[in-house]
């Protein structure tokens, strides 16, 4: 198995509530099937779906599906001063903040916040792993 995700899929309530969300971080839409919202990002894919139709396609009750499962999903940037932009941004766009940007442990700037379906997204600025020219994160520079 390569080393590689190719698609996040995020359980959803309502769709187009969701799609909403992530376009007024300034995200753009790409073709995808019906019941399927597809974002685009660099080298990868975030998918909506209904959280009725993962559970269904996962053969679990529906009600299993969602919460806060203990995952993240990471959005780095350049800069410091990036962070709290983007959780503002979040904010606006009908997120909720659970932790205001700031100084982590390990040296990074971070901040959380979760979509309008709980979904967790830490946004950081870690000096140790600076993004590539194209944006990709790449760990501690490997």
């Known amino acids: 198995m390569d080393q590689r995700v190719?698609?996040?899929t995020l359980a959803v309530g309502d769709?187009?509530?969701s799609a909403a969300f992530y376009e007024a971080l300034g995200w753009q839409r790409v073709p995808s099937p019906d019941g399927v919202i597809?974002?685009?990002l660099i080298g990868q894919t975030l998918g909506l779906y209904s959280r009725a139709a993962l559970a269904e396609d996962l053969g679990i009750p529906a009600d299993s599906v969602g919460g806060f499962s203990?995952?993240?999903l990471g959005h780095n940037v350049r800069s410091a001063e990036e962070v709290a932009p983007i959780l503002?941004?979040?904010e606006e766009a009908g997120g909720r903040i659970?932790?205001?940007a700031g100084d982590v442990f390990w040296g990074g700037f971070i901040g959380?916040?979760?979509d309008p379906d709980g979904h967790v997204w830490e946004v950081a600025n870690n000096p140790f792993s600076p993004l590539s020219a194209n944006?990709?994160?790449r760990w501690e520079g490997h």
């Open 38 to 40: 597809a974002f685009d």
């Open 88 to 90: 503002a941004l979040a």
């Open 6 to 8: 190719s698609l996040i």
């Open 98 to 100: 659970l932790r205001p």
């Open 70 to 72: 203990g995952v993240t």
């Open 15 to 17: 769709l187009e509530r």
């Open 112 to 114: 959380y916040f979760a």
């Open 135 to 137: 944006g990709e994160f």
